[in-house]
């Protein structure tokens, strides 16, 4: 190892130690989301009787909610600084998953239930735009602006990682009878990790909102990372797919192992971003935003065409691996777009574009179900990856004539 590339890997080696404690609550709100991912859509659907409509809305909720809030998690990281924005989201999670116990005793009223969980739901995706994006801001303020894409990078790893983690723990408590089993046990769970961490967090130092004049309209921030969240939502159509309807395609076909599935797509994902994220700044975001969409889209063809349990969990790790890079790769270049003193802002506009994605493909893909069938909705989903893909093509820097 030359004397340059040492310095690199201590200086990133140091740069990581700083990061992981405050990342560290990034994986725990993930954790929840893995944890209602994997039951969620299976209590709607066969405890309370709604259809899969009604199943992948309380799934796409969460992202909804998300989608409202990014902006608004930003402004109040450049005002005001990062950590209580992180508190309060965890505080607002640790709420967000009684409400799914409180739903859990009321199925002998099943619309009061529903409302139960998606009020839950939509608090949730409030916990997670507020600790994703604080997190990242805090984290960059802690090791370094030089450091985002490291930084966004581990913060996607702790994503979907919690993601693998939570689903397979949520199945085997949701097939558990008695006080500590079923939507109870999850709810219960995911509340006391939450709120465990708040005191954590609140131990840390915050960070120095930087000196500006004058804040940023919204349609200022998204018409800046306009051509970044275009792609990046064409991309997120992928993962929407997954996260609403996989459960219910597994279901649907009597396949036991939809939590074997969704770990494989976590446990894809983490592994592509852990050891390949560093291809963002050697050939650039775009080319590794082409790329990774493109394999995307061949993972959700093999969940289309698979017809087979074996088959769709390749489909879903295939899936995990394409869709593990978009974010940092087109985020990079977007969470700069505004400057400094807006990080935070620029973030939480190119966010918008992932939840929204995600928001509105669950119960969108959803009505395809009881028309088409699944393999009709993968179809769908991978054709907005190849769109994205041609859409990061758009944005690839262009060689310059001599």
């Not at 600790?131 to 450091?147: K, P, Q, S």
């Not at 088959?311 to 593990?324: D, K, P, Q, R």
């Amino acid at each position: 190892m030359t004397e340059i590339s040492r310095r690199i890997s201590e200086t990133t080696s140091s740069a990581t130690l700083r990061i992981l404690p405050i990342v560290l609550f990034n994986l725990i709100c993930y954790i929840v989301i893995g944890l209602e991912m994997a039951v969620v859509p299976l209590f709607v659907h066969r405890v309370l009787g709604y259809g899969t409509v009604l199943a992948g809305f309380a799934v796409s909720a969460q992202y909804l909610a998300t989608l409202a809030t990014r902006t608004w998690a930003g402004n109040r990281i450049d005002t005001t600084g990062a950590r209580g924005v992180v508190v309060t989201g965890l505080l607002v999670g640790g709420l967000s998953s009684l409400l799914l116990v409180a739903a859990a005793q009321t199925t002998s009223m099943p619309l009061l239930s529903l409302l139960l969980v998606l009020g839950g739901r939509f608090l949730l995706g409030f916990s997670e735009s507020w600790v994703a994006v604080g997190v990242i801001i805090w984290n960059i303020y802690r090791a370094g602006a030089e450091r985002t894409a490291l930084v966004i990078s581990l913060n996607g790893v702790t994503s979907y990682g919690g993601i693998a983690l939570g689903a397979p723990i949520a199945t085997m408590i949701f097939a558990q009878g008695g006080l500590l089993g079923g939507l109870t046990g999850v709810g219960l769970l995911a509340s006391l990790i939450m709120l465990v961490c708040v005191p954590l967090a609140a131990r840390h130092e915050t960070t120095e909102p930087a000196p500006k004049t004058r804040a940023p309209s919204f349609m200022e921030v998204i018409r800046a990372v306009m051509p970044f969240g275009l792609a990046l939502a064409a991309g997120s159509i992928g993962f929407g797919a997954i996260a609403s309807c996989l459960a219910l395609y597994f279901d649907a076909e009597q396949w036991s192992g939809a939590a074997t599935a969704l770990a494989l797509f976590g446990i894809l994902f983490v592994m592509t971003r852990f050891f390949f994220s560093h291809m963002i700044g050697r050939i650039g975001g775009a080319r590794v935003a082409m790329i990774s969409m493109a394999v995307e889209a061949l993972g959700l063809f093999t969940l289309a065409w698979g017809h087979m349990p074996v088959m769709a969990n390749v489909g879903a790790a295939l899936t995990g691996i394409g869709f593990s890079l978009v974010f940092p790769a087109l985020g990079v270049e977007a969470v700069g777009r505004l400057g400094p003193a807006n990080r935070g802002s620029a973030l939480g506009g190119f966010s918008v574009f992932l939840d929204l994605a995600i928001g509105v493909s669950g119960p969108g893909l959803g009505m395809i179900i009881p028309l088409w069938g699944f393999p009709t909705l993968f179809v769908v989903a991978a054709l907005f990856s190849v769109l994205g893909v041609a859409l990061s093509w758009i944005l690839k820097p262009k060689r310059k004539k001599v």
